[in-house]
């Protein structure tokens, strides 16, 4: 598992292994970043995705990965943190990989959902198609 970015750091946010190994970003909602209405803005749930589907895809195939696409839905803003995101592989292929990811509130609601398409930079990755189920 690579480091985190300092914008992370920032943020509050750290990465860690879960107890499936899955990769999990976890938020510890710092003052400085909510919006004027006290909520979470919506970028931030967009980048915890981003950055755990990404993470999740590039220790998997141990190389780096660059999004491509990143489709987000928001449901809820309210802080309700620490906020935890987490990743999984949903299809690939030779040169891409696709995935999904959620941020979940500290009761275990649904606040964000995504999926992506990724790069992976280096090598090819062979195909096969990956259930969320297996």
Known sequence: MRGQSSFFEHIGCTKHKGREGEILLTL???PEILSAEG???PG???SMLDI???STIADLVQQ???TVNLNTNYFDFTNCGPFTAVG???WR???LIAGEGSVLDRD?????KATGTFKVTGRSIGRERHDKDD
């Open 93 to 95: 292929n030779e040169k």
């Open 44 to 46: 931030i749930f967009s």
């Open 28 to 30: 510890q909602v710092q």
């Open 39 to 41: 909520t979470i803005p």
């Open 88 to 90: 999984t592989i949903i």
């Open 52 to 54: 755990v589907i990404g």
């Open 64 to 66: 780096p990965t660059t």
């Open 108 to 112: 275990g609601n649904l606040t964000a």
